[in-house]
């Protein structure tokens, strides 16, 4: 991956992260996880006797330091790494003094010491990084004994399945015949309106709205049928909107609007492109499982789906000494 491909995602999860979302797959909670990932966490966490120095790999908002603190309070001791410009606005330097971030970090390319942490664990993260050096990279700074748990989207998830059916709408809402372009045909026109369209103007200004009009009506035949209309739903609000409320002369700003909204569209399409193509499926799975018995002969490598009401949510994978995950320390 060049550069410039980090560089862009980068300032897409940089921009999600940014809105104070606290997971990678949020609808709006801002709690942390519940269900089988919570439960799978906590069951990790509590075999770690404190004081344990962590590392989160591909922390996001740190739902895991969180929780880590929620656990330890000032035991806690937990550096967590992203490739975005992470500042988690729970995060107090102040009061949660054990947990630190580090912006800009490559999971292949970590900036700590061989042998310095007591356990490594990722949720929804680990699997975006080139497996192979991010994995090496994460053994490294492990102590020999020293835990690593993941949790990865799975290729068969319900969370996998609605970032398949979200990305056909992206593109829908994206493309020539998508409501984006619809709207931004329509509102030069909706300025003008106030102070009268020209005569030999009208027949354009009819098809305009009559285009717009009808990408409404395709996106309201799309969310009927869709099993995962939410984006369709927000876009039709956000969109319409915008041009609900074109102020007379006012076609640039509302015009830059669009594009501003565009814009988070495209940054939203590229995160759910990752996921998708970077879940694992059985065969990546085991690959991973491989690649760790062979580093760390004689460890328990643990794998399971977790899955709750809707389904499988994610792989886990737990390597430790057998018996348990505590950590070696010292």
């Known amino acids: 991956m060049g550069p410039g491909e980090d560089n862009e995602r980068r300032e897409a999860w940089s921009s999600y992260w940014s809105s104070g979302r606290l997971h990678s797959c949020a609808s709006g909670d801002q709690d942390n996880y519940g269900g089988a990932i919570a439960q799978f966490w906590r069951t990790f966490l509590e075999r770690l006797p404190p004081p344990a120095r962590l590392l989160d790999l591909a922390t996001g908002n740190g739902p895991l330091p969180r929780l880590v603190w929620e656990l330890h309070k000032d035991a806690a001791d937990i550096d967590a790494v992203d490739l975005a410009d992470v500042a988690p606005a729970w995060h107090s330097p102040s009061l949660h003094r054990g947990v630190r971030f580090h912006r800009s970090v490559r999971l292949e390319a970590l900036p700590f010491a061989d042998a310095s942490f007591d356990g490594a664990m990722s949720q929804f993260g680990f699997e ?189 994978l737990v390597c430790a000494p057998p018996g348990g995950g505590e950590a070696s320390v010292g």
């Open 128 to 316: 975006y990084a080139r497996r192979a050096p991010a994995l090496a990279e994460c053994l490294r700074v492990l102590r020999p004994r020293a835990p690593i748990a993941l949790v990865m989207h799975h290729a068969g998830s319900v969370l996998v399945a609605v970032g398949r059916e979200e990305l056909g709408h992206h593109g829908w809402l994206a493309g020539d015949d998508g409501l984006v372009e619809a709207a931004r045909g329509v509102i030069p026109w909706l300025a003008q309106a106030s102070a009268g369209i020209p005569a030999g103007e009208a027949e354009r200004a009819a098809r305009a709205r009559a285009r717009y009009n009808a990408a409404m009506q395709a996106l309201a035949e799309r969310a009927r049928q869709s099993t995962a209309p939410d984006l369709l739903l927000e876009a039709r609000q956000a969109v319409h909107g915008l041009v609900a409320r074109v102020p007379a002369g006012g076609a640039d700003a509302t015009l830059q609007s669009m594009d501003a909204y565009a814009g988070e569209l495209a940054r939203a399409r590229l995160r759910t492109a990752e996921m998708v193509s970077h879940a694992l499926d059985a065969a990546q799975l085991e690959d991973l499982r491989e690649r760790l018995r062979s580093a760390r002969p004689g460890q328990a490598v643990d794998c399971s789906e977790l899955r709750q009401a809707e389904g499988v949510v994610a792989w886990s």
